[in-house]
Nanobody
Framework: QVHFVESGGGLVQPGGSLSVSCRAS????????LGWFRRAPGKEREGVSC????????YYVDSVKGRFTISKDDAQKTVFLHMSNLQPEDTAVYYC?????????????????????????WGQGTQVTVPS
């Protein structure tokens, strides 16, 4: 059974840094595309970054490029998102997800172009708050 446990969220001042992690069980990380998503208050869920299980290639949406770094540790079955220069607009619940159909990360996965959200496995989310 696929299961995620997320941790590391919290309150951080603007310009600060924070890392969140997602520990998986029930599957091997190198089989799936793995992503971080977020939902801000009153907004739709949006993709932030993803990493390919097969070769570790990564993708970032423009709003976080240069500030966020995604990585994974296959042995620990954990996916990380390190966030720096955080701003109030980064405030959201952050979720990790794995697409069981595609082993490679793509902008399509982050944008849910082909219904990836519905078929993916999701964590419970962790809150990140950056006060204005």
């Amino acid at each position: 059974q696929v299961h995620f446990v997320e941790s590391g969220g919290g309150l951080v001042q603007p310009g600060g840094s924070l890392s969140v992690s997602c520990r998986a069980s029930g599957f091997s990380l190198d089989h799936y595309a793995l992503g971080w998503f977020r939902r801000a208050p009153g907004k739709e869920r949006e993709g932030v970054s993803c990493i390919s299980g097969r070769d570790g290639s990564t993708y970032y949406v423009d709003s976080v490029k240069g500030r966020f770094t995604i990585s994974k540790d296959d042995a620990q079955k954990t996916v990380f998102l390190h966030m720096s220069n955080l701003q109030p607009e980064d405030t959201a619940v952050y979720y990790c997800a794995a697409d069981p159909v595609a082993p490679f990360c793509s902008p399509s996965f982050l944008a849910d172009d082909d219904g990836q959200y519905l078929r993916s496995y999701w964590g419970q989310g962790t809150q990140v708050t950056v006060p204005s």
